[in-house]
């Protein structure tokens, strides 16, 4: 990103804020962009002695050089409250991914606020779902997702992860009922995604063995086996397998959907 048109955005007044800090720091350059873009999640924040509960993210630029932005990323730490100074929107939006403040300066860190703490607390308390088919489901509060570990056909310790809204409960529904549907039909869907893959992938895997013996569609589609399922409230699905090396340690992925079936198959990492 050009650091005219970053900083643009925000006003040039600087105020001192408290910020609660939820997330380690986090880092992203795209095409054309001349330098990094720095980024950490808060929770709430204390500017002029009130108080906002508007989840959102402090940013700042770093510069391409790696041991740099190595020390970058140890400037904030997870539930840590941070006085700073920054620089607010033109133009303040709301949402998690809208709202920002631009830090200028660290000036503490592990200071008090007893509303802030308060506030940081009730997040840290664990949230968690009682379910007859999928166990016990714990929020994730940072990536917005519940999870659970289960067996899914032969496959043991399963990661079952259902994507969600943090900030409303209601729309939990559907995509729980949609893992539900898709462990209740583990042993079936589990066979059919590793013949899916196989027919896909296999081929490709043979091109990466040096020497070593032909893999066929059977054996490729018993030696994968699935560590975790990602679930969407659209009733989309992506499976994440262990390749047994045959991709030399690449994950195997099948992505689907519970109406219309499976879509592609590729590997990642």
Not at 78 to 94: D, G, M, S, V
Not at 133 to 142: E, H, N, S, Y
Not at 168 to 191: C, F, G, H, M
Request: proline letters at 2%; charged letters at 30%; a negative charge.
């Amino acid at each position: 990103m050009k650091e005219k048109t970053f900083y643009s955005s925000f006003c040039e007044e600087e105020k001192e804020f408290v910020v609660a800090i939820i997330s380690g720091v986090s880092g992203g350059k795209a095409a054309g962009d001349t330098c990094w873009r720095m980024n950490v999640d808060f929770l709430a924040y204390e500017c002029d002695g009130e108080i906002f509960e508007d989840r959102g993210y402090l940013c700042w630029l770093a510069s391409n050089d790696e041991e740099e932005r190595r020390c970058e990323c140890d400037k904030f730490n997870p539930n840590i409250l941070y006085r700073i100074k920054a620089r607010e929107l033109k133009e303040k939006q709301t949402g998690r991914y809208k709202n920002r403040l631009l830090v200028t300066q660290i000036l503490d860190c592990n200071v008090k606020s007893p509303q802030l703490e308060t506030i940081l607390a009730k997040y840290n308390e664990p949230v968690t779902i009682e379910d007859d088919i999928l166990g016990t489901l714990t929020l994730d509060k940072q990536y917005f997702d519940l999870s659970t570990q289960i067996s899914f056909g032969l496959n043991k310790d399963v990661c079952i992860c259902v994507d969600v809204d943090n900030e409303d409960r209601d729309s939990w529904v559907e995509p729980i009922n949609i893992a539900r549907q898709l462990v209740q039909n583990a042993e079936k869907l589990d066979v059919d995604m590793r013949k899916f893959a196989a027919e896909e992938l296999t081929g490709n895997a043979n091109d990466w063995q040096e020497n070593l013996p032909e893999i066929t569609q059977e054996q490729f589609a018993k030696r994968i086996t699935l560590e975790s399922l990602h679930v969407y409230d659209d009733g989309d699905y992506t499976a994440y397998y262990d390749d047994d090396n045959m991709f030399y340690g690449h994950v195997v992925v099948v992505d689907g959907n519970i109406d219309t079936g499976f879509d592609s198959s590729y590997i990642e990492g």
